[in-house]
Antibody, heavy 119, light 111 residues
């Protein structure tokens, strides 16, 4: 059974860097999949942040691209998100998800981790 | 402002058929597949429809999707109380080197 779990350091101060890791179990990151990050601000809709292939190829949301880096470590079964220069607008629940080659869509999601940007 | 436009709310009574629309444009829905996700309160989204009208295993046949031109719809027949949730459409957008776009979401209330 494929499972994804987000983890991160907790609250982040404005202008600092948000770093999150998604640990995948029950599935190899080296399989031909993209892995994605999606966020949801309080009371708002879903926003795709970006996706990464096991080879390291990435796609980013154009509106976040200048601040986002997604990386992958297949040996640790993890992929990570870095978002620089955060503001209160980056406060959200952050989800990691598997982009399934069977469905061409995010078919397995982590439970989400809430990140608050506050001084 | 989301790239894909959905009505903010929809409602229906148990047993009724409800549809939720999703409007896009040429680089997204007009050129690519549409996907639908269901998000129950306090939980992560769940894939409901893929490639316009396909259901992943385990999704009841009460849920169906369709696409025409630059618009798509999700239909739920035989509405149940447990269908009360937020529904999001999504698609790939070919502009700006390509990216995933979501609709703003529709909150479905079962009266």
């Amino acid at each position: 059974q494929v499972q994804l779990q987000e983890s991160g350091p907790g609250p982040v101060k404005p202008s600092e860097t948000l770093s999150l890791t998604c640990t995948v179990s029950g599935y190899s990151l080296s399989t031909g999949n993209y892995w994605g990050w999606i966020r949801q601000a309080p009371g708002k809709g879903l926003v795709w942040i970006g996706s990464i292939y096991h080879t390291g190829n990435t796609y980013y949301n154009p509106s976040l691209k200048s601040r986002v880096t997604i990386s992958i470590d297949t040996s640790k079964s993890q992929f990570s998100l870095r978002l620089t220069s955060v503001t209160a607008a980056d406060t959200a629940v952050y989800y990691c998800a598997r982009d399934s080659p069977t469905y061409d869509a995010f078919d397995v999601w982590g439970q989400g981790t809430r990140v608050t940007v506050s001084s | 402002q989301s790239v894909l436009t959905q009505p903010p709310s929809a409602s229906g009574t148990p047993g009724q058929r409800v549809t939720i629309s999703c409007s896009g444009s040429s680089p997204n829905i007009g050129s690519n597949y549409v996907y639908w996700y269901q998000q129950l309160p306090g939980t992560a989204p769940k894939l409901l429809i893929y490639r316009n009208n396909q259901r992943p295993s385990g999704v009841p046949a009460r849920f169906s999707g369709s696409k025409s031109g630059t618009s798509a719809s999700l239909a739920i027949s035989g509405l149940r109380s447990e269908d009360e949730a937020d529904y999001y459409c999504a698609s790939w957008d070919d502009s700006l080197n390509g990216h995933v776009v979501f609709g703003g979401g529709t909150k479905l209330t079962v009266l």
